[in-house]
């Protein structure tokens, strides 16, 4: 029997090719490799043997059955002297404890492997990545930032430039999230120079560029800045396109530390796809976030068939978070109300994704009930969606539209004064967005403007303007125009107010934004055109003022209509599974005509 140290038992051989055969079966035949790993034990193996047959009944039996006590004691047993089993063991042991919500077990078990891995540098390097990820999903990022620079300068010593790329884009990551700009943009530049210096696996050397400019790209919009990406967001979207010619059967590295891939190539596809929409819609191009919306959702599809891998939905839920937004403003929001039904249903899967989107969630939930005049309900979900997150960005978008359901509402001043104290653009704004700031400007104006104080009001939207025509921020731009030409037109300034509702009408309808249309066509139809003499141009207005408002109207009944629309007095715990039909819509639709 000690021979099978040198080369392996034909008994051994056999039954590990049979186990084998009945897991990669279809269907997996998985009681039958069970029995036949455990047929080993029978002939008293070797240590070594014995060390990996538990592992691989472990693993087996935590991958694919519900028999958690017998997977955690053969995977605790693996963990043995042997190196090619240990490290491996600890890896899938802490996994299965962090299924197992035992997150506080799972951590000795790493922190011991890698103390004692260094001499491996796959493994010292794997689970030091697993370990960051543990404590990022913790939400301590001090604690993974501190792992991904051990983990970097390991590597580095190691002479693998690539995993030290891998470590320190990582650690930029999660440094973004942490919203420490002063240690980003050093880091960012360190990796820059990293990856363009780098001369290796072609795939490898790409993948690396795609981190980066992603980090670079989420980066910018997250600050507002839709115009000033465009460059980065064309280099990426050049970068994918390369990736997708190159084939996979590079040779693997020589330098074990470097044995690691970022995402597969079909993964940054559908990433590429989501940031391009993430871009389209801050910029008011809603068509073209359409069509890569689709073209995401297409791939996504396609690749869930397949692959398992949670962030596949992560991505899925993001793509529909954004063309709920779009649906919203185009005036289709029967169908924003089914993708938001379809985000409940994937949140119901997975308590992660709901534990991460509910925020997301309410917030979409009181965008719709805004745009079906539900201004209750719009508070109530705003108010959920507020004390869900602890993201600034979003926390202060937000607070901006409940402002808009308040300052609509008309009767809740102090509660309105409280909101707009905290997202003031003149001083102290909580968050570095350039286009929450403008936002936050336009809703000073619209107050002002409901006021009677017009004079304050176009000073605010003016403010809104300059940094909207900066950036390319469409929406705001049309949505400050026809505010602006509301005001002279309120003043008697025809001239001046016709000046700023026709640019307004002429971006609305390149957007297309539903509610400015209808709005800037209700100023034109008669008394504006009247009033500066275009008698052609006033019917035209009344016609096409005519068409938006029986557009939206058809939309709003049929939105109200849905069972979904149930979802508007969900504000707590998981999101309801069954939705009762509605008799007919329940809404007022007086802001509709």
Same mark, same amino acid.
């Given at each position: 029997?000690?021979?099978?140290?040198?080369?392996?038992?034909?008994?051994?051989?056999?039954?590990?090719?049979?186990?084998?055969?009945?897991r990669?079966?279809?269907?997996?035949?998985?009681?039958?490799?069970?029995?036949?790993?455990?047929?080993?034990?029978?002939?008293k193996?070797?240590?070594?043997?014995?060390?990996?047959?538990?592992?691989?009944?472990?693993?087996?039996?935590?991958?694919?059955?519900?028999?958690?006590?017998?997977?955690?004691?053969?995977?605790?047993?693996?963990?043995?002297q042997?190196?090619?089993?240990?490290?491996?063991?600890?890896?899938?042991?802490?996994?299965?404890?962090?299924?197992?919500n035992?997150?506080?077990?799972?951590?000795?078990?790493?922190?011991?492997?890698?103390?004692?891995?260094?001499?491996?540098?796959y493994?010292?390097?794997?689970?030091?990545?697993?370990?960051?990820?543990?404590?990022?999903?913790?939400?301590?990022?001090?604690?993974?930032?501190?792992?991904?620079?051990?983990?970097?300068?390991?590597?580095?010593?190691?002479?693998?430039?690539?995993?030290?790329?891998?470590f320190?884009?990582?650690?930029?990551?999660?440094?973004?999230?942490?919203?420490?700009?002063?240690?980003v943009?050093?880091?960012?530049?360190?990796?820059?120079?990293?990856?363009?210096?780098?001369?290796?696996n072609?795939?490898?050397?790409?993948?690396?560029?795609?981190?980066?400019?992603?980090?670079?790209?989420?980066?910018?919009?997250?600050?507002?800045?839709?115009?000033?990406?465009?460059?980065?967001?064309?280099?990426?979207?050049?970068?994918?396109?390369?990736?997708?010619?190159?084939?996979?059967d590079e040779?693997l590295?020589?330098?074990?530390?470097?044995?690691?891939?970022?995402?597969?190539?079909?993964?940054?596809?559908?990433?590429?796809?989501?940031?391009?929409?993430?871009?389209?819609?801050?910029?008011?191009?809603?068509?073209?976030?359409?069509k890569?919306? /689709?073209? *995401?959702?297409? !791939?996504?599809?396609k690749?869930?068939?397949?692959?398992?891998?949670?962030? &596949?939905? #992560? +991505?899925? @839920?993001?793509?529909?978070?954004?063309?709920?937004?779009?649906?919203?403003?185009?005036?289709?929001?029967?169908?924003?109300?089914?993708?938001?039904?379809q985000?409940?249903?994937?949140?119901?899967?997975?308590?992660?994704?709901?534990?991460?989107?509910?925020a997301?969630?309410?917030?979409?939930?009181?965008?719709y009930?805004?745009s079906?005049?539900?201004? /209750?309900? *719009?508070?109530a !979900?705003?108010?959920?969606?507020?004390?869900?997150?602890?993201?600034?960005? &979003?926390? #202060? +978008?937000? @607070?901006?539209?409940?402002?808009?359901?308040?300052i609509?509402?008309?009767?809740?001043?102090?509660?309105?004064?409280?909101?707009?104290?905290?997202?003031?653009?003149?001083?102290?704004?909580?968050?570095?967005?350039?286009?929450?700031?403008?936002?936050?400007?336009?809703?000073?104006?619209?107050?002002?403007?409901?006021?009677?104080?017009?004079?304050?009001?176009?000073?605010?939207?003016?403010?809104?303007?300059?940094?909207?025509?900066?950036?390319?921020?469409?929406? &705001?731009?049309?949505?400050?125009?026809?505010?602006?030409?509301?005001?002279?037109?309120?003043?008697?300034?025809h001239r001046?107010?016709?000046n700023?509702?026709?640019?307004?009408?002429?971006?609305?309808?390149?957007?297309?934004?539903?509610?400015?249309?209808?709005?800037?066509?209700?100023?034109?139809?008669?008394?504006?055109?009247?009033?500066?003499?275009?008698?052609?141009?006033?019917?035209?207005?009344?016609?096409?003022?005519?068409?938006?408002?029986?557009?939206?109207?058809?939309?709003?009944?049929?939105?109200?209509?849905?069972?979904?629309?149930?979802?508007?007095?969900?504000?707590?715990?998981?999101?309801?599974?069954?939705?009762?039909?509605?008799?007919?819509?329940?809404?007022?639709?007086?802001?509709?005509?």
């Open positions: 029997m000690a021979a099978t140290t040198e080369a392996p038992e034909p008994w051994y051989l056999a039954l590990l090719g049979f186990a084998e055969h009945f990669t079966s279809s269907p997996p035949k998985i009681r039958l490799c069970v029995h036949c790993l455990q047929a080993v034990f029978q002939f193996p070797p240590p070594r043997v014995e060390a990996r047959t538990h592992l691989q009944l472990g693993s087996v039996l935590y991958r694919h059955t519900k028999n958690s006590e017998l997977a955690q004691t053969h995977l605790e047993k693996a963990i043995s042997f190196e090619d089993v240990k490290f491996e063991a600890a890896s899938i042991l802490s996994e299965f404890y962090c299924q197992q035992l997150v506080d077990s799972a951590k000795p078990v790493l922190r011991k492997a890698i103390q004692i891995s260094q001499q491996t540098p493994w010292h390097c794997r689970l030091l990545f697993q370990l960051a990820q543990l404590h990022a999903l913790e939400k301590d990022l001090v604690s993974a930032c501190d792992l991904l620079g051990v983990g970097a300068e390991y590597a580095r010593v190691m002479g693998s430039e690539y995993t030290r790329a891998l320190l884009l990582s650690k930029g990551m999660l440094l973004l999230m942490e919203r420490k700009l002063n240690e943009h050093p880091l960012l530049t360190l990796c820059g120079n990293i990856v363009e210096n780098w001369q290796g072609p795939i490898q050397k790409e993948s690396l560029r795609v981190f980066f400019l992603v980090l670079q790209v989420t980066h910018y919009l997250d600050a507002g800045q839709v115009k000033s990406v465009k460059p980065c967001l064309k280099q990426l979207q050049q970068c994918i396109q390369t990736i997708s010619t190159l084939h996979d040779i590295p020589t330098n074990p530390a470097a044995l690691f891939h970022w995402l597969p190539k079909e993964h940054m596809c559908v990433l590429v796809y989501l940031v391009t929409v993430m871009h389209s819609m801050q910029a008011g191009y809603l068509e073209k976030a359409q890569y919306t /689709d073209k *995401a959702l297409m !791939q996504l599809e690749l869930k068939m397949l692959d398992s891998s949670p962030i &596949l939905s #992560t +991505f899925q @839920v993001i793509l529909l978070e954004h063309i709920i937004m779009c649906r919203l403003v185009t005036g289709h929001k029967a169908t924003a109300l089914q993708e938001i039904s985000v409940c249903q994937l949140c119901q899967q997975s308590p992660r994704l709901f534990t991460n989107h509910a997301q969630l309410h917030t979409l939930l009181g965008l009930c805004i079906v005049n539900c201004m /209750d309900n *719009a508070e !979900q705003f108010t959920a969606a507020l004390q869900m997150t602890t993201h600034q960005e &979003l926390w #202060t +978008f937000i @607070v901006t539209n409940l402002a808009s359901v308040y609509r509402e008309g009767n809740r001043h102090q509660e309105l004064y409280s909101l707009l104290e905290r997202i003031n653009p003149d001083h102290n704004f909580p968050v570095s967005s350039h286009c929450l700031r403008a936002a936050a400007f336009y809703i000073r104006g619209l107050l002002s403007f409901f006021q009677g104080r017009y004079n304050e009001a176009k000073r605010f939207l003016r403010e809104t303007l300059k940094m909207s025509n900066a950036e390319d921020l469409n929406r &705001l731009t049309a949505c400050s125009l026809v505010l602006l030409g509301h005001i002279f037109f309120v003043l008697g300034n001046e107010s016709n700023m509702v026709v640019p307004a009408m002429q971006l609305a309808s390149k957007i297309p934004d539903m509610s400015v249309q209808l709005w800037s066509s209700a100023l034109l139809k008669a008394d504006l055109n009247k009033a500066c003499g275009n008698t052609m141009d006033a019917h035209e207005a009344a016609q096409m003022h005519q068409n938006f408002s029986q557009q939206l109207l058809q939309d709003h009944i049929a939105a109200c209509s849905l069972p979904e629309h149930n979802l508007i007095s969900w504000t707590d715990g998981l999101p309801p599974v069954q939705f009762q039909p509605q008799n007919g819509p329940t809404t007022s639709l007086a802001s509709l005509l």
